[in-house]
Protein backbone atom coordinates (compact mmCIF):
# COMPACT_ATOMS: atom_id res chain seq x y z
CA UNK A 1 0.00 0.00 0.00
CA UNK A 2 1.37 3.36 -0.77
CA UNK A 3 2.50 6.05 1.83
CA UNK A 4 -0.18 8.46 1.12
CA UNK A 5 -3.75 7.67 0.42
CA UNK A 6 -4.74 10.31 -2.16
CA UNK A 7 -8.43 10.94 -2.12
CA UNK A 8 -7.99 13.66 -4.64
CA UNK A 9 -7.30 11.10 -7.30
CA UNK A 10 -10.27 9.24 -7.28
CA UNK A 11 -12.19 12.02 -7.32
CA UNK A 12 -13.60 12.54 -3.59
CA UNK A 13 -11.72 16.12 -2.41
CA UNK A 14 -8.36 17.27 -2.41
CA UNK A 15 -7.89 16.10 1.52
CA UNK A 16 -4.57 13.13 1.61
CA UNK A 17 -3.74 10.93 4.61
CA UNK A 18 -0.35 9.67 5.67
CA UNK A 19 0.64 6.30 6.84
CA UNK A 20 1.88 6.52 10.23
CA UNK A 21 2.07 3.53 11.63
CA UNK A 22 0.12 0.42 13.16
CA UNK A 23 -2.13 -0.45 16.19
CA UNK A 24 -2.30 -3.27 18.24
CA UNK A 25 -4.25 -5.19 15.92
CA UNK A 26 -2.14 -4.99 12.88
CA UNK A 27 -3.68 -2.24 11.04
CA UNK A 28 -2.64 0.98 9.22
CA UNK A 29 -2.91 4.20 10.98
CA UNK A 30 -3.61 7.27 8.91
CA UNK A 31 -2.85 11.06 9.57
CA UNK A 32 -4.79 13.41 7.39
CA UNK A 33 -2.21 16.21 5.58
CA UNK A 34 -4.50 18.66 4.96
CA UNK A 35 -6.56 20.37 7.82
CA UNK A 36 -10.12 21.64 7.63
CA UNK A 37 -12.90 22.06 9.42
CA UNK A 38 -15.65 19.80 9.19
CA UNK A 39 -18.35 18.45 11.11
CA UNK A 40 -19.22 15.54 13.21
CA UNK A 41 -21.14 13.12 11.95
CA UNK A 42 -21.82 9.82 13.73
CA UNK A 43 -22.57 6.90 11.76
CA UNK A 44 -23.86 3.50 12.82
CA UNK A 45 -23.04 0.70 10.76
CA UNK A 46 -24.73 -1.36 12.42
CA UNK A 47 -28.00 0.29 12.45
CA UNK A 48 -30.50 -0.53 9.89
CA UNK A 49 -30.16 3.26 8.01
CA UNK A 50 -28.90 3.33 4.49
CA UNK A 51 -28.18 6.87 3.62
CA UNK A 52 -27.67 7.53 0.33
CA UNK A 53 -23.66 7.97 -1.00
CA UNK A 54 -21.72 6.71 2.68
CA UNK A 55 -24.09 4.31 4.02
CA UNK A 56 -23.10 0.74 5.10
CA UNK A 57 -24.80 -2.08 6.90
CA UNK A 58 -22.26 -4.66 6.92
CA UNK A 59 -24.92 -7.11 8.22
CA UNK A 60 -28.30 -6.21 5.83
CA UNK A 61 -29.33 -6.87 2.54
CA UNK A 62 -28.09 -4.37 0.07
CA UNK A 63 -31.24 -3.28 -1.84
CA UNK A 64 -30.75 -3.24 -5.62
CA UNK A 65 -26.88 -3.62 -5.44
CA UNK A 66 -25.21 -6.70 -5.90
CA UNK A 67 -21.69 -6.12 -4.47
CA UNK A 68 -18.68 -7.60 -2.24
CA UNK A 69 -19.04 -7.75 1.17
CA UNK A 70 -17.18 -5.27 2.95
CA UNK A 71 -17.43 -2.47 -0.14
CA UNK A 72 -19.66 0.30 -1.00
CA UNK A 73 -19.53 1.25 -5.04
CA UNK A 74 -21.41 4.64 -4.14
CA UNK A 75 -24.75 5.49 -5.96
CA UNK A 76 -23.46 5.40 -9.88
CA UNK A 77 -22.11 1.68 -8.89
CA UNK A 78 -18.36 2.46 -9.85
CA UNK A 79 -15.90 0.72 -8.06
CA UNK A 80 -12.88 3.47 -6.66
CA UNK A 81 -9.63 3.58 -7.96
CA UNK A 82 -7.87 3.83 -5.21
CA UNK A 83 -9.54 -0.22 -4.63
CA UNK A 84 -11.12 0.85 -1.31
CA UNK A 85 -13.94 3.12 -2.90
CA UNK A 86 -16.00 4.90 -0.42
CA UNK A 87 -16.17 2.46 2.37
CA UNK A 88 -14.62 4.32 5.46
CA UNK A 89 -15.76 2.66 8.41
CA UNK A 90 -14.56 5.61 10.38
CA UNK A 91 -16.19 8.33 8.60
CA UNK A 92 -12.66 9.82 7.93
CA UNK A 93 -12.75 9.67 4.05
CA UNK A 94 -15.54 11.73 2.48
CA UNK A 95 -17.53 10.22 -0.15
CA UNK A 96 -20.07 11.08 -3.03
CA UNK A 97 -23.06 12.13 -1.98
CA UNK A 98 -22.53 12.35 1.39
CA UNK A 99 -23.65 15.26 3.25
CA UNK A 100 -20.51 16.82 2.93
CA UNK A 101 -16.76 16.30 2.30
CA UNK A 102 -15.21 15.48 4.95
CA UNK A 103 -17.88 15.17 8.04
CA UNK A 104 -15.98 12.44 10.53
CA UNK A 105 -17.62 9.15 10.58
CA UNK A 106 -18.82 7.27 14.16
CA UNK A 107 -18.82 3.54 14.40
CA UNK A 108 -21.15 3.67 16.90
CA UNK A 109 -23.79 4.99 14.91
CA UNK A 110 -24.19 8.24 16.16
CA UNK A 111 -25.35 11.38 15.00
CA UNK A 112 -23.25 13.83 13.42
CA UNK A 113 -22.23 17.14 15.47
CA UNK A 114 -25.02 19.36 13.50
CA UNK A 115 -27.38 17.19 14.70
CA UNK A 116 -26.38 16.23 18.50
CA UNK A 117 -25.19 20.03 18.76
CA UNK A 118 -21.69 19.44 19.56
CA UNK A 119 -18.85 21.72 18.64
CA UNK A 120 -16.90 20.94 15.68
CA UNK A 121 -13.40 19.55 16.36
CA UNK A 122 -9.98 19.93 14.47
CA UNK A 123 -10.00 18.08 11.28
CA UNK A 124 -6.59 16.57 11.84
CA UNK A 125 -7.66 13.18 13.01
CA UNK A 126 -6.44 10.15 13.00
CA UNK A 127 -7.64 7.96 10.42
CA UNK A 128 -7.41 3.81 10.41
CA UNK A 129 -7.83 1.79 7.28
CA UNK A 130 -8.51 -1.70 8.63
CA UNK A 131 -8.28 -4.79 7.06
CA UNK A 132 -11.54 -6.91 5.08
CA UNK A 133 -12.72 -8.72 8.37
CA UNK A 134 -15.68 -9.91 10.07
CA UNK A 135 -18.23 -7.82 11.65
CA UNK A 136 -16.50 -8.59 15.00
CA UNK A 137 -13.53 -7.53 14.34
CA UNK A 138 -15.03 -4.15 12.63
CA UNK A 139 -16.53 -3.46 15.62
CA UNK A 140 -13.05 -3.60 18.13
CA UNK A 141 -11.57 -1.34 15.26
CA UNK A 142 -14.04 1.26 15.45
CA UNK A 143 -14.18 0.77 19.08
CA UNK A 144 -10.58 1.21 20.12
CA UNK A 145 -9.16 4.37 18.50
CA UNK A 146 -11.27 6.74 20.54
CA UNK A 147 -10.77 4.71 24.09
CA UNK A 148 -13.95 5.36 25.55
CA UNK A 149 -14.31 2.94 27.55
CA UNK A 150 -17.66 2.12 29.88
CA UNK A 151 -18.17 0.57 33.02
CA UNK A 152 -20.49 -2.24 31.28
CA UNK A 153 -17.25 -3.27 28.73
CA UNK A 154 -16.13 -4.54 32.37
CA UNK A 155 -17.12 -8.00 33.45
CA UNK A 156 -15.39 -8.92 37.26
CA UNK A 157 -14.90 -12.24 38.15
CA UNK A 158 -14.89 -13.24 41.92
CA UNK A 159 -14.01 -16.95 41.38
CA UNK A 160 -10.12 -17.77 42.16
CA UNK A 161 -7.73 -17.47 39.20
CA UNK A 162 -4.57 -19.45 39.22
CA UNK A 163 -2.42 -16.77 41.33
CA UNK A 164 -5.12 -17.88 44.35
CA UNK A 165 -2.78 -21.16 44.17
CA UNK A 166 0.57 -19.40 43.97
CA UNK A 167 -0.37 -17.19 47.72
CA UNK A 168 -2.37 -20.21 49.20
CA UNK A 169 1.75 -21.76 48.67
CA UNK A 170 3.34 -18.74 49.79
CA UNK A 171 1.78 -18.99 53.18
CA UNK A 172 2.42 -22.96 53.13
CA UNK A 173 6.07 -21.96 52.69
CA UNK A 174 6.28 -18.89 55.11
CA UNK A 175 4.93 -21.39 57.99
CA UNK A 176 6.55 -24.30 57.43
CA UNK A 177 10.27 -21.61 57.67
CA UNK A 178 8.65 -20.45 60.58
CA UNK A 179 8.37 -23.32 62.29
CA UNK A 180 11.80 -24.92 61.09
CA UNK A 181 13.63 -21.80 62.56
CA UNK A 182 11.37 -22.41 65.72
CA UNK A 183 12.88 -25.50 65.74
CA UNK A 184 16.59 -24.42 64.59
CA UNK A 185 15.95 -22.26 68.11
CA UNK A 186 15.02 -24.88 70.29
CA UNK A 187 17.70 -27.25 68.94
CA UNK A 188 20.19 -24.26 69.74
CA UNK A 189 19.17 -23.43 73.38
CA UNK A 190 19.84 -27.42 73.38
CA UNK A 191 23.39 -26.88 72.59
CA UNK A 192 23.98 -24.14 74.46
CA UNK A 193 22.78 -26.42 77.55
CA UNK A 194 25.03 -29.24 76.95
CA UNK A 195 28.10 -27.03 75.91
CA UNK A 196 27.52 -25.55 79.62
CA UNK A 197 27.41 -28.63 81.30
CA UNK A 198 30.34 -29.86 79.29
CA UNK A 199 32.19 -26.85 80.42
CA UNK A 200 31.21 -27.29 83.89
CA UNK A 201 32.55 -30.57 84.21
CA UNK A 202 35.58 -29.69 82.42
CA UNK A 203 36.17 -27.13 84.93
CA UNK A 204 35.21 -29.38 87.49
CA UNK A 205 38.05 -31.74 86.09
CA UNK A 206 40.44 -29.32 85.46
CA UNK A 207 40.40 -28.08 89.60
CA UNK A 208 40.88 -31.91 90.09
CA UNK A 209 43.91 -32.21 88.11
CA UNK A 210 44.85 -28.69 89.66
CA UNK A 211 44.73 -30.43 93.32
CA UNK A 212 46.02 -33.95 92.01
CA UNK A 213 48.83 -32.09 90.55
CA UNK A 214 49.45 -29.78 93.49
CA UNK A 215 49.39 -26.72 91.71
CA UNK A 216 46.28 -25.00 93.63
CA UNK A 217 47.55 -22.79 96.29
CA UNK A 218 47.32 -24.12 99.89
CA UNK A 219 46.92 -27.48 98.66
CA UNK A 220 50.07 -28.53 96.82
CA UNK A 221 51.57 -32.09 97.62
CA UNK A 222 54.68 -30.32 99.04
CA UNK A 223 52.84 -27.91 101.61
CA UNK A 224 50.69 -30.84 102.89
CA UNK A 225 52.21 -33.48 105.10
CA UNK A 226 49.48 -35.79 104.24
CA UNK A 227 49.61 -35.98 100.73
CA UNK A 228 49.34 -38.39 97.94
CA UNK A 229 52.65 -40.54 97.67
CA UNK A 230 51.27 -42.09 94.16
CA UNK A 231 50.17 -38.05 93.07
CA UNK A 232 53.91 -36.85 94.80
CA UNK A 233 55.84 -39.93 92.77
CA UNK A 234 53.86 -39.42 89.50
CA UNK A 235 55.47 -35.53 89.36
CA UNK A 236 58.22 -34.87 86.73
CA UNK A 237 61.06 -33.13 88.69
CA UNK A 238 64.69 -32.44 87.16
CA UNK A 239 67.32 -32.74 90.14
CA UNK A 240 71.20 -31.34 90.44
CA UNK A 241 73.28 -31.81 93.56
CA UNK A 242 75.68 -28.85 93.51
CA UNK A 243 78.96 -28.62 96.02
CA UNK A 244 79.92 -25.79 97.32
CA UNK A 245 84.10 -26.36 98.03
CA UNK A 246 85.60 -23.87 100.44
CA UNK A 247 89.17 -23.69 99.03
CA UNK A 248 90.65 -21.49 101.49
CA UNK A 249 88.68 -22.81 104.63
CA UNK A 250 88.13 -26.15 103.59
CA UNK A 251 85.19 -28.12 104.06
CA UNK A 252 82.04 -28.56 101.75
CA UNK A 253 78.79 -27.07 101.69
CA UNK A 254 75.61 -29.72 99.57
CA UNK A 255 72.47 -28.89 98.61
CA UNK A 256 70.15 -30.27 95.94
CA UNK A 257 68.35 -28.06 93.21
CA UNK A 258 64.94 -29.41 92.72
CA UNK A 259 62.79 -28.36 89.34
CA UNK A 260 59.22 -30.01 89.81
CA UNK A 261 57.79 -29.28 85.95
CA UNK A 262 54.21 -30.69 86.98
CA UNK A 263 53.54 -28.17 89.64
CA UNK A 264 55.97 -25.33 88.27
CA UNK A 265 57.75 -24.81 91.43
CA UNK A 266 61.44 -25.35 92.57
CA UNK A 267 62.52 -26.10 96.04
CA UNK A 268 66.30 -26.13 97.15
CA UNK A 269 67.47 -28.68 99.55
CA UNK A 270 69.87 -28.06 102.03
CA UNK A 271 71.83 -31.50 103.05
CA UNK A 272 73.59 -31.19 106.33
CA UNK A 273 77.16 -32.74 106.30
CA UNK A 274 76.44 -35.50 108.85
CA UNK A 275 74.18 -37.24 106.83
CA UNK A 276 74.82 -41.10 106.79
CA UNK A 277 75.62 -42.88 103.19
CA UNK A 278 76.97 -45.92 102.21
CA UNK A 279 80.18 -45.37 100.84
CA UNK A 280 81.57 -47.19 97.80
CA UNK A 281 82.83 -50.42 100.03
CA UNK A 282 79.33 -50.66 101.28
CA UNK A 283 80.74 -49.23 105.22
CA UNK A 284 78.82 -46.36 106.53
CA UNK A 285 79.95 -42.93 105.88
CA UNK A 286 78.84 -39.19 106.23
CA UNK A 287 78.60 -36.78 103.18
CA UNK A 288 81.06 -34.71 104.06
CA UNK A 289 83.37 -38.15 104.12
CA UNK A 290 82.16 -39.45 100.91
CA UNK A 291 82.41 -35.81 98.90
CA UNK A 292 85.93 -36.39 99.80
CA UNK A 293 86.86 -39.77 99.36
CA UNK A 294 84.43 -40.90 96.83
CA UNK A 295 83.93 -37.97 94.85
CA UNK A 296 81.28 -36.74 92.63
CA UNK A 297 79.93 -40.10 91.22
CA UNK A 298 80.07 -41.81 94.22
CA UNK A 299 78.10 -39.36 96.48
CA UNK A 300 75.51 -38.73 93.76
CA UNK A 301 74.79 -42.60 93.59
CA UNK A 302 74.82 -42.79 97.98
CA UNK A 303 72.25 -39.94 97.72
CA UNK A 304 69.93 -41.57 95.29
CA UNK A 305 70.22 -44.98 97.58
CA UNK A 306 69.60 -43.05 100.47
CA UNK A 307 66.78 -40.54 99.33
CA UNK A 308 65.28 -42.45 96.45
CA UNK A 309 65.70 -39.92 93.94
CA UNK A 310 67.22 -39.96 90.14
CA UNK A 311 70.13 -36.93 90.13
CA UNK A 312 70.64 -36.11 86.50
CA UNK A 313 73.85 -34.20 87.54
CA UNK A 314 76.36 -33.03 89.65
CA UNK A 315 77.90 -28.95 90.05
CA UNK A 316 80.84 -28.55 91.99
CA UNK A 317 80.91 -24.94 92.82
CA UNK A 318 84.67 -24.02 94.35
CA UNK A 319 84.44 -20.35 96.25
CA UNK A 320 86.33 -18.46 93.14
CA UNK A 321 83.80 -19.75 90.82
CA UNK A 322 81.17 -18.41 92.98
CA UNK A 323 82.44 -15.18 93.63
CA UNK A 324 82.48 -14.80 89.40
CA UNK A 325 79.16 -16.01 89.04
CA UNK A 326 78.27 -13.40 91.53
CA UNK A 327 80.11 -10.79 89.71
CA UNK A 328 78.87 -11.76 86.72
CA UNK A 329 74.77 -11.60 87.39
CA UNK A 330 75.27 -7.95 89.30
CA UNK A 331 75.23 -8.69 92.55
CA UNK A 332 72.47 -10.17 94.60
CA UNK A 333 70.61 -9.16 97.33
CA UNK A 334 70.22 -11.42 101.06
CA UNK A 335 68.11 -10.88 104.31
CA UNK A 336 71.90 -11.50 106.57
CA UNK A 337 71.66 -13.16 110.00
CA UNK A 338 75.33 -12.18 111.15
CA UNK A 339 78.01 -9.73 110.68
CA UNK A 340 80.85 -11.45 108.85
CA UNK A 341 84.43 -10.13 109.05
CA UNK A 342 86.66 -10.16 106.48
CA UNK A 343 88.84 -12.46 106.00
CA UNK A 344 91.49 -10.95 104.50
CA UNK A 345 91.53 -8.30 107.54
CA UNK A 346 95.00 -8.31 109.45
CA UNK A 347 93.62 -7.19 113.14
CA UNK A 348 90.87 -7.46 114.81
CA UNK A 349 87.87 -4.87 115.26
CA UNK A 350 87.85 -3.69 111.86
CA UNK A 351 84.19 -2.95 109.71
CA UNK A 352 82.92 -6.79 109.05
CA UNK A 353 82.61 -7.31 105.23
CA UNK A 354 79.25 -8.52 105.76
CA UNK A 355 76.99 -6.44 107.60
CA UNK A 356 73.75 -7.73 109.50
CA UNK A 357 70.41 -7.02 108.00
CA UNK A 358 67.57 -7.26 105.40
CA UNK A 359 68.36 -6.16 101.64
CA UNK A 360 72.09 -6.61 101.77
CA UNK A 361 73.34 -5.89 98.23
CA UNK A 362 76.38 -8.48 98.02
CA UNK A 363 79.19 -8.79 95.61
CA UNK A 364 80.86 -11.59 94.82
CA UNK A 365 83.32 -11.61 97.70
CA UNK A 366 81.53 -10.94 100.54
CA UNK A 367 78.66 -13.84 99.57
CA UNK A 368 81.31 -16.04 99.25
CA UNK A 369 82.32 -14.62 103.05
CA UNK A 370 78.65 -15.46 104.08
CA UNK A 371 78.07 -18.46 102.65
CA UNK A 372 80.94 -20.05 104.33
CA UNK A 373 80.76 -18.17 107.55
CA UNK A 374 80.59 -20.39 110.33
CA UNK A 375 80.36 -18.29 114.12
CA UNK A 376 81.91 -20.06 116.78
CA UNK A 377 79.90 -22.67 118.41
CA UNK A 378 77.24 -22.66 115.73
CA UNK A 379 76.37 -25.92 114.29
CA UNK A 380 77.15 -26.39 110.36
CA UNK A 381 73.64 -26.07 110.20
CA UNK A 382 73.64 -22.53 110.28
CA UNK A 383 76.31 -22.01 107.60
CA UNK A 384 74.47 -24.48 105.37
CA UNK A 385 71.12 -22.41 105.66
CA UNK A 386 73.45 -19.24 105.08
CA UNK A 387 74.69 -20.91 101.26
CA UNK A 388 71.12 -21.81 100.37
CA UNK A 389 70.57 -17.91 100.64
CA UNK A 390 73.22 -17.04 98.27
CA UNK A 391 71.84 -19.70 95.90
CA UNK A 392 68.53 -18.43 96.24
CA UNK A 393 69.67 -14.81 95.54
CA UNK A 394 71.54 -16.10 92.11
CA UNK A 395 68.96 -17.83 90.83
CA UNK A 396 66.73 -14.43 91.18
CA UNK A 397 69.66 -12.36 89.35
CA UNK A 398 70.11 -14.97 86.78
CA UNK A 399 68.59 -14.77 83.46
CA UNK A 400 65.19 -16.81 82.75
CA UNK A 401 66.86 -17.27 79.14
CA UNK A 402 68.06 -20.62 78.15
CA UNK A 403 70.58 -18.97 75.89
CA UNK A 404 71.63 -16.36 77.95
CA UNK A 405 71.78 -18.53 81.44
CA UNK A 406 74.11 -20.70 79.28
CA UNK A 407 76.50 -17.90 78.60
CA UNK A 408 77.11 -16.70 82.38
CA UNK A 409 78.22 -20.44 82.63
CA UNK A 410 80.10 -20.66 79.70
CA UNK A 411 82.01 -17.71 80.74
CA UNK A 412 82.79 -18.88 84.65
CA UNK A 413 85.24 -21.71 82.14
CA UNK A 414 84.61 -24.14 84.81
CA UNK A 415 85.16 -28.17 83.91
CA UNK A 416 81.80 -29.51 84.63
CA UNK A 417 80.75 -33.26 85.55
CA UNK A 418 80.33 -35.16 82.30
CA UNK A 419 77.06 -35.95 82.82
CA UNK A 420 76.08 -32.45 83.03
CA UNK A 421 77.25 -30.01 79.76
CA UNK A 422 76.85 -26.05 79.89
CA UNK A 423 74.37 -26.17 77.89
CA UNK A 424 72.36 -28.01 80.56
CA UNK A 425 73.12 -26.61 83.19
CA UNK A 426 72.36 -22.92 81.48
CA UNK A 427 68.99 -24.25 81.05
CA UNK A 428 68.28 -25.82 84.40
CA UNK A 429 69.19 -22.57 86.06
CA UNK A 430 67.21 -20.44 83.91
CA UNK A 431 64.00 -22.16 84.35
CA UNK A 432 64.88 -21.54 88.31
CA UNK A 433 65.65 -18.52 87.93
CA UNK A 434 61.87 -18.08 85.91
CA UNK A 435 60.54 -19.59 89.01
CA UNK A 436 62.40 -17.78 91.31
CA UNK A 437 61.52 -14.23 90.21
CA UNK A 438 58.00 -15.21 90.65
CA UNK A 439 57.90 -16.48 94.40
CA UNK A 440 58.18 -20.11 93.46
CA UNK A 441 61.45 -21.09 94.79
CA UNK A 442 61.63 -22.14 98.56
CA UNK A 443 64.79 -23.53 100.65
CA UNK A 444 64.28 -26.52 102.77
CA UNK A 445 66.94 -27.76 105.32
CA UNK A 446 66.29 -31.95 105.68
CA UNK A 447 66.32 -32.56 109.11
CA UNK A 448 68.48 -35.28 110.46
CA UNK A 449 69.31 -37.42 113.55
CA UNK A 450 72.45 -36.90 115.33
CA UNK A 451 73.50 -40.36 114.62
CA UNK A 452 73.07 -38.92 110.50
CA UNK A 453 69.54 -41.19 109.69
CA UNK A 454 66.30 -39.63 108.34
CA UNK A 455 64.45 -41.41 110.48
CA UNK A 456 62.10 -38.17 111.55
CA UNK A 457 58.60 -37.21 110.16
CA UNK A 458 59.91 -34.37 108.82
CA UNK A 459 62.71 -35.88 107.17
CA UNK A 460 60.49 -38.35 105.39
CA UNK A 461 57.92 -36.04 104.35
CA UNK A 462 60.79 -33.70 102.54
CA UNK A 463 61.85 -36.26 100.62
CA UNK A 464 58.58 -37.99 99.61
CA UNK A 465 56.84 -34.62 98.62
CA UNK A 466 59.62 -32.61 97.72
CA UNK A 467 62.06 -35.43 96.45
CA UNK A 468 59.21 -37.91 94.96
CA UNK A 469 61.62 -40.54 96.50
CA UNK A 470 61.45 -42.76 99.91
CA UNK A 471 64.10 -41.81 102.89
CA UNK A 472 65.87 -45.70 103.62
CA UNK A 473 69.12 -44.96 105.67
CA UNK A 474 71.79 -47.35 106.00
CA UNK A 475 71.42 -49.83 108.41
CA UNK A 476 73.57 -48.22 111.77
CA UNK A 477 73.23 -51.35 113.92
CA UNK A 478 76.41 -53.00 112.07
CA UNK A 479 78.09 -49.68 113.26
CA UNK A 480 80.11 -48.87 115.99
CA UNK A 481 78.28 -46.70 118.47
CA UNK A 482 79.91 -44.33 120.32
CA UNK A 483 78.26 -41.41 122.95
CA UNK A 484 80.33 -38.46 123.78
CA UNK A 485 80.08 -35.75 126.57
CA UNK A 486 81.95 -32.78 125.94
CA UNK A 487 84.26 -31.45 128.99
CA UNK A 488 86.61 -29.14 127.60
CA UNK A 489 84.97 -26.45 128.34
CA UNK A 490 83.80 -25.43 124.76
CA UNK A 491 80.03 -26.16 123.57
CA UNK A 492 81.17 -26.43 119.79
CA UNK A 493 83.39 -29.30 120.45
CA UNK A 494 80.55 -31.65 120.56
CA UNK A 495 78.90 -30.91 116.92
CA UNK A 496 83.00 -31.05 115.35
CA UNK A 497 83.35 -34.24 117.31
CA UNK A 498 80.10 -35.64 116.00
CA UNK A 499 80.92 -34.96 112.56
CA UNK A 500 83.93 -36.69 112.62
CA UNK A 501 82.76 -39.79 114.27
CA UNK A 502 80.50 -40.28 111.29
CA UNK A 503 82.45 -39.39 108.64
CA UNK A 504 84.81 -42.24 110.20
CA UNK A 505 81.86 -44.44 110.36
CA UNK A 506 80.62 -44.72 113.66
CA UNK A 507 77.23 -44.00 114.66
CA UNK A 508 77.68 -40.92 117.30
CA UNK A 509 75.51 -40.51 120.75
CA UNK A 510 75.07 -37.18 122.57
CA UNK A 511 75.67 -37.58 126.38
CA UNK A 512 75.47 -33.60 126.95
CA UNK A 513 78.47 -31.83 128.58
CA UNK A 514 80.20 -32.72 131.98
CA UNK A 515 83.01 -30.65 134.26
CA UNK A 516 86.00 -29.27 132.66
CA UNK A 517 89.12 -31.60 132.58
CA UNK A 518 92.26 -31.51 130.90
CA UNK A 519 92.32 -34.87 129.57
CA UNK A 520 90.21 -36.79 127.22
CA UNK A 521 89.04 -40.79 128.19
CA UNK A 522 87.93 -42.99 126.04
CA UNK A 523 85.87 -46.04 127.54
CA UNK A 524 85.06 -49.96 126.37
CA UNK A 525 83.40 -52.55 128.23
CA UNK A 526 83.39 -55.37 126.26
CA UNK A 527 87.20 -56.61 125.52
CA UNK A 528 85.38 -57.49 122.15
CA UNK A 529 85.38 -53.43 121.54
CA UNK A 530 88.61 -52.85 122.49
CA UNK A 531 89.56 -52.53 118.83
CA UNK A 532 86.88 -50.31 117.90
CA UNK A 533 87.60 -47.87 121.57
CA UNK A 534 91.46 -47.62 119.71
CA UNK A 535 89.91 -46.69 116.31
CA UNK A 536 87.78 -43.90 118.20
CA UNK A 537 90.33 -42.19 119.85
CA UNK A 538 92.42 -42.50 116.86
CA UNK A 539 89.57 -41.23 115.05
CA UNK A 540 89.21 -37.82 117.13
CA UNK A 541 92.83 -37.33 116.98
CA UNK A 542 93.03 -38.99 121.21
CA UNK A 543 96.48 -40.14 122.46
CA UNK A 544 96.40 -44.26 122.43
CA UNK A 545 96.79 -43.96 126.26
CA UNK A 546 93.39 -42.27 126.60
CA UNK A 547 91.68 -45.59 125.76
CA UNK A 548 90.71 -47.92 129.10
CA UNK A 549 88.62 -50.23 129.92
CA UNK A 550 85.06 -49.38 132.05
CA UNK A 551 81.65 -49.12 132.25
CA UNK A 552 79.67 -47.21 129.07
CA UNK A 553 77.01 -44.96 128.59
CA UNK A 554 73.54 -46.56 128.12
CA UNK A 555 73.84 -49.22 125.06
CA UNK A 556 76.84 -47.35 123.64
CA UNK A 557 80.06 -50.00 122.25
CA UNK A 558 81.96 -47.06 123.55
CA UNK A 559 81.97 -43.58 125.48
CA UNK A 560 83.99 -40.84 124.92
CA UNK A 561 84.48 -37.91 127.45
CA UNK A 562 86.19 -34.75 125.79
CA UNK A 563 89.46 -33.36 128.06
CA UNK A 564 90.89 -30.07 127.24
CA UNK A 565 93.38 -31.59 125.73
CA UNK A 566 90.79 -32.77 122.73
CA UNK A 567 92.30 -30.60 119.31
CA UNK A 568 88.89 -30.79 117.17
CA UNK A 569 90.50 -30.43 112.92
CA UNK A 570 88.10 -29.17 110.52
CA UNK A 571 85.09 -30.89 109.01
Known amino acids: MNDRYD ?21 PVYRQVQAQQTRQQTYDPYAQQHQQGYGYDPYAQQQGQQSAPGYDYGTDGRQPASGYGSYDPYGTVPQQGGPAQGTPHDPYGQTAAGTTGRQPRVAEQTAHIPQQAGPDHEREAAAEPQRDYHTEQFAFVEEPDAHSEDVIDWLKFTENRTERREEARRRARGRIVALTVVLALVAVGGVGWLWYAGKLPGLSSEDSKTGSATAAGAQKRDVIVVHLHDTKGGGTSTALLVDNTTTQRGTT ?14 TTTTLAKSVEDDGSDGTRDALDTVLGTDIQGTWRLDTPYLQNLVDLVGNIDVDTDADVPDPAAKKKGEAPLVNKGQDQTLSGKMAVAYATYRAPGEAQNAQLERFGQVMQGVLRKMSSDPQAATTTIQ ?161
Open 411 to 571: TLAQILDPSLTDKDLGTFLAGLSDLAKGGDVKTDLLPVQNDGTLSTQASAAIVKNVLGGTAKSPDKDAAVSVSVQNATGVQDNTEKARVVLLNGGFTFRESGTGTVRATSRVVYADAADKANAAEVAKTLGLPAGSVTKGKTSGSADVSVVLGQDYKPSAG
Open 269 to 282: VLLPNSLALTSDDG
Open 7 to 27: AGSAGYGADQYELVGYDEYGR
